[in-house]
């Protein structure tokens, strides 16, 4: 499989993923909107306030500080267009990253030590895998095909799990991610477990990956 999931499985061993390498937050938003065909829109920033990184949104107590939308109709701005991506961090350079779901792409959200798992299954399965996100609070995303919040509930009990018994979030429609290099205050940045490569262009179904993630997710309680 391409991009290693074995790479992955060492990054859990020491603790460390490839970081993003030298591109600007305005620079990645735009090759997301042109390469990926993803949607894209500016979420909060991270501000500096007496000494430390606070989030635009001034709240202190903010779980997500900087990586979270910064005004109420953010499904609304989310665009696809490589231009008005690059005007709208022109404006906010140092804004987030976000992704909004349920478009071109759901995510199955599972905690880190169960996606590592999962990531493992899935390689001597010979599964092909979309992109894998990493965030700072230790939560692994695997995108996969739009329609997988209607599909999971289903395909969990078929294979004998209870969805409410499993740490196994599906974001679809109205949801989104944080994409990388996004950072979470001081928790640090997102991080790809898997990379968007040419090769994993095309999604799996959610129905291709349900099986491993809800064994990993199960074993991980």
């Not at 020491?14 to 390498?21: F, L």
């Not at 018994?165 to 679809?172: E, K």
């Amino acid at each position: 499989m391409e991009e290693t999931i074995a790479g992955a499985q060492n990054s859990q061993m020491t603790g460390h993923i490839p970081q993003q390498r030298g591109e600007t937050l305005l620079e990645t938003a735009v090759r997301y909107a042109e390469e990926r065909h993803w949607d894209v829109f500016p979420g909060t920033w991270l501000e500096a306030v007496d000494g430390t990184q606070r989030c635009s949104c001034g709240d202190a107590s903010c779980p997500a500080p900087g990586a979270h939308p910064a005004r109420p109709d953010w499904a609304t701005q989310a665009t696809g267009s490589a231009t008005v991506a690059r005007r709208m961090w022109q404006k906010q350079p140092t804004a987030s990253i976000l992704l909004p779901t349920g478009r071109t792409f759901d995510a199955l959200s599972v905690p880190e030590s169960a996606g590592f798992l999962a990531l493992a299954r899935m390689e001597r399965m010979q599964l092909t895998l979309g992109p894998v996100t990493l965030t700072p609070d230790r939560r692994m995303h695997f995108f996969v095909l739009p329609g997988a919040s209607a599909k999971v509930p289903d395909l969990v009990r078929t294979i004998g799990w209870s969805l409410s018994s499993l740490d196994l979030v599906t974001q679809g429609e109205g949801a989104y991610v944080a994409a990388p290099p996004t950072r979470f205050g001081s928790r640090g940045a997102v991080q790809w477990a898997r990379r968007p490569t040419p090769a994993n262009r095309w999604l799996p179904d959610a129905e291709e990956l349900i099986s491993p993630l809800a064994y990993a997710c199960g074993r991980d309680r």
